[in-house]
């Protein structure tokens, strides 16, 4: 039996039945299209998240008494609030003795403030960063126009100030920002440059609704009645880990932790982060992958219970294919293919499924939701082969009938 007129006689019988034929599919398109869905935005967040979470620059970590993702609820939180703050003190030893680094720099922090210009004011929520030289490098920011902050700004406590790019442009709507005098906390500033602009971050707020100040203007305003950020770039890639090691080395010394003792402050870093979103979607893919099995698993047993209904459904058939000289092989195949055929028939609705929700996502909440090719191989694969699993008994049956006892079935 050639495997065009094999292929052609299976899909007569299954357009012969095609509402039975879809239900029976359905357990397999809801396996198939659950596995690309979940993958495909498990795969854009994670990619989303990468791109989120590059606001550290390149070789950069950050020790910080917080964690970077704070979860477990107010409970969960006690034991960070406990915390005594890092200080600036601190944060000048880790500069100090930190060999392997190559930008050591201290961060402060003020939300939801006021910055008024002669032609404008901004909402109460500029963010105010008192910082050091490093800010802008460990940090990923690029100035756009004008300069940094430098040494002698923050050594002096100069009342420079360098602007987000939102905060640019609600003050200086027509431009020329760098030279021009604004205020924020009642005290006057000129505007030394410009950050360039790096979006929002996971849609939620601006990363250019802040403002930049030397870090030793900040404290005379705000005090330092609050737990420093300190900014650690490594001298090279290579040196990531060694550097780490040796600033989280100086901090414990400098904060008097015992050996043995744990940590009583956080590091952040791009890769820490990703690590943990990445546990987490894989964890998410594989609960996926688990519903799609079962999935699978109820529609092969769909297929092969609505195969031995054909099977009885067709007897009579069987028996005069027999009688005019099929062989036993030529039904086998015959009925394996109809089987195989249908679950391939649900596994490529089931992509199609799982893509319409995949892009869903991407426009709705602009995930760059999309399957990776492998998945959507094994996908296929799965639900072919769960055809041809669940399709041979069914086939094998078929096979099997006598002859004459098929021809006298009613």
Request: charged content about 20%.
């Amino acid at each position: 039996m050639r495997l065009v007129d094999l292929l052609r006689g299976a899909l007569e019988a299954l357009r012969a039945n095609k509402l039975r034929s879809s239900l029976t599919a359905l357990g397999v398109i809801i396996g198939v299209g659950a596995v690309v869905a979940m993958l495909g935005m498990t795969t854009g967040f994670e990619a989303y998240v990468n791109e989120q979470f590059s606001g550290l620059g390149s070789n950069t970590f950050q020790i910080q008494k917080w964690p970077a993702m704070r979860l477990g609820g107010p409970h969960g939180m006690q034991k960070y609030w406990q915390r005594k703050d890092i200080s600036l003190q601190q944060a000048a030893a880790v500069r100090d003795r930190t060999s392997l680094a190559r930008f050591v720099g201290a961060e402060l922090w003020n939300f939801g403030g006021v910055a008024r210009s002669a032609w404008a004011d901004t909402a109460p929520r500029v963010v105010a960063a008192g910082g050091t030289t490093e800010f802008a490098t460990n940090n990923g920011y690029e100035v756009a126009e004008g300069r940094n902050l430098s040494e002698l700004d923050v050594l002096h406590a100069r009342e420079s100030i360098v602007l987000g790019a939102d905060v640019a442009a609600t003050l200086f709507p027509r431009g020329g920002a760098v030279g021009q005098p604004m205020t924020i906390a009642g005290r006057r500033f000129q505007v030394v440059g410009v950050f360039a602009s790096k979006g929002s971050f996971f849609g939620m707020g601006s990363r250019d609704d802040f403002v930049l100040i030397p870090i030793t203007v900040f404290v005379r305003i705000w005090g330092v009645n609050r737990s420093v950020n300190v900014t650690v770039q490594a001298l090279t890639t290579a040196m990531f880990d060694s550097c780490k090691e040796q600033a989280l080395q100086v901090m414990r010394q400098v904060r008097n932790i015992r050996p043995g003792k744990e940590d009583d402050f956080d590091v952040f870093s791009n890769e820490s982060v990703i690590s943990t979103i990445s546990e987490i979607t894989d964890a998410i893919a594989y609960a996926a992958i688990c519903i799609a099995l079962i999935s699978l698993l109820v529609g092969g047993i769909g297929i092969m219970n609505i195969m031995l209904v054909s099977v009885t459904e067709r007897t009579r058939e069987i028996g005069v294919r027999r009688a005019l000289g099929a062989k036993r092989r030529h039904i086998l195949w015959q009925f394996t293919a109809e089987a195989v055929l249908l679950s391939a028939f649900g596994g490529l609705l089931g992509l199609g499924l799982g893509y319409g929700v995949a892009f869903l996502a991407r426009e709705l909440f602009g995930l760059p939701a999309a399957a990776p090719a492998w998945a959507v191989i094994v996908a296929l694969a799965t639900s072919t082969a769960a055809g041809l699993v669940f399709g041979v008994y069914p086939a094998w049956r078929a096979a099997h009938l006598d002859p004459i006892e098929s021809l006298r079935y009613e």
